[in-house]
């Protein structure tokens, strides 16, 4: 073992509640009636359990500097920017949050009202992520999105209003029926918007969503999605977008800090039902993973109890590796062994003959300041390439599994 650093410690929020559950969404979101048939809202009640549920984890954070809060979901901007400003100046009480810190909403465009980007502004957001995934009637309606692609115009043009310039969107690829020139138009109408970032993926049929249970009709064969995703690198490219992981591009000074962090295995408390945290204990030489009640109702409840709202276990050593590249191999820069050895208390040369190895397969490369990046072989076959880390595994057998995108709004 080697001595753990605390690394940089984000906050994550999750708002578990949408209009509509989308077909091929995997996430904790649960359709909450008040917001399609009225009545009383749990916003309150909510915000007071997210700040109970910060109370009990406040120890985890050793004093620590809060560099990025990110608010997902679900569909947060169903929340009013008054919710958000009660929630984030009880944050500023209990927890350091830095002055430049990255504040982001994840936001659909079909839950957008006039004038709430400058609430949610004056709240504290200096950062949007919209969900905007197509600019095609057809396949709005195919994923059961509640927006129309011009929903997607109006709600930027919120955001101009509000002066939120820096923001998100993210975009589907490989839908159902798409064909590689229509892909290629929902980026052009995408990069017409002048985000500062882009979350560009390809669709997954992930286990218990209804696409997995029941696939849609015309769904593009692998080698088309590969086609729209090639297409889609050399356009995004072209526009003065850089690339810095697997699904997520951005222009210069605008990556996502939150999630970069997430990325480089640093520390995050997780807030909210389903919501899963990661803290660094260098004192105690224990990582610890913190997972909270899933069920909305449950997680309310257990807070008018006082009873604990989630668990805590420790990441075992040998997990570690995994649980490091698992994040770290997305980045096309790669990672340090310094860096590994510091966010997992493992020494780097247990590490080596592995690296080495996936080295010669073709799937990694040692860059000349030591740094360790998958090829563009590895890139393509990341599922294999991260699998070689698991406790006890050997060497991945690229060919039958193409790693896909993360469904992560960024």
């Keep these: 073992m080697t001595d753990l650093v605390a690394p940089p410690l984000s906050l994550y929020v999750h708002v578990p509640w949408c209009v509509r559950k989308c077909p091929y969404c995997d996430f904790n979101s649960h359709v909450h009636r008040a917001w399609v048939e009225g009545g009383e809202r749990p916003e309150a009640a909510y915000v007071d359990a997210l700040l109970a549920d910060l109370d009990a984890d406040l120890p985890l954070a050793l004093d620590r500097e809060v560099r990025t809060i990110f608010v997902g979901g679900g569909t947060p901007s169903l929340f009013a920017p008054e919710s958000y400003a009660r929630l984030f100046a009880g944050l500023r009480e209990r927890l350091a949050v830095a002055p430049d810190a990255e504040i982001t909403l994840e936001a659909n465009p079909g839950t957008i009202e006039h004038g709430r980007f400058e609430g949610y502004r004056d709240a504290g957001f200096t950062r949007v992520s919209i969900g905007a ?16 692609a011009d929903d997607t115009a109006r709600a930027v043009g919120e955001l101009r209003a509000a002066s939120l310039d820096d923001f998100n969107l993210d975009l589907m690829y490989a839908l159902p029926e798409q064909t590689p020139a229509a892909a290629l138009d929902d980026l052009e109408r995408a990069l017409a918007l002048s985000p500062t970032h882009l979350s560009h993926y390809q669709l997954t049929l992930e286990p218990g969503t ?22 889609a690198q050399a356009r995004l490219a072209h526009a003065g977008f850089v690339q810095y992981e697997v ?31 990661k803290l660094t204990d260098p ?15 449950e997680y ?42 510091a966010r997992t208390g493992l020494p780097a040369a247990g590490l080596l003959p592995t690296l080495e190895r996936l080295g010669a397969r073709g799937l990694l490369r040692e860059t000349a300041s030591g740094r360790w990046q998958p090829t563009a072989l590895g890139a393509r076959f990341l599922n294999d390439l991260q ?20 469904n992560i709004g960024v």
């Design 133 to 148: 995934q197509s600019f095609g009637a057809r396949q709005l309606a195919v994923l059961g999105r509640i927006h129309a």
């Design 210 to 231: 209804v696409f997995h249970h029941r696939p849609p009709e015309g769904l593009p064969d692998e080698d088309a999605a590969f086609e729209m995703q090639e297409a």
């Design 247 to 277: 699904s997520a591009w951005a222009r210069p000074g605008h990556r996502c800090r939150h999630n970069l962090n997430y990325w480089e295995y640093g520390d995050y408390l997780g807030l909210g039902a389903g919501a899963h945290g």
């Design 283 to 297: 004192r105690a030489e224990t990582i610890v993973r913190t997972v909270k009640t899933k069920q909305p109702r």
């Design 300 to 341: 309310l409840e257990r807070r008018g109890r006082r009873e604990p709202l989630g668990t805590r276990e420790p990441v075992p050593p040998a997990e570690r590796p995994f649980e490091f590249m698992l994040n770290a191999l997305r980045l096309l820069d790669g990672f340090g062994l310094a860096d590994y050895s």
């Design 387 to 406: 699998a070689a880390f698991l406790p006890a595994a050997g060497p991945p057998s690229p060919g039958t599994t193409r790693s896909l995108p993360a």
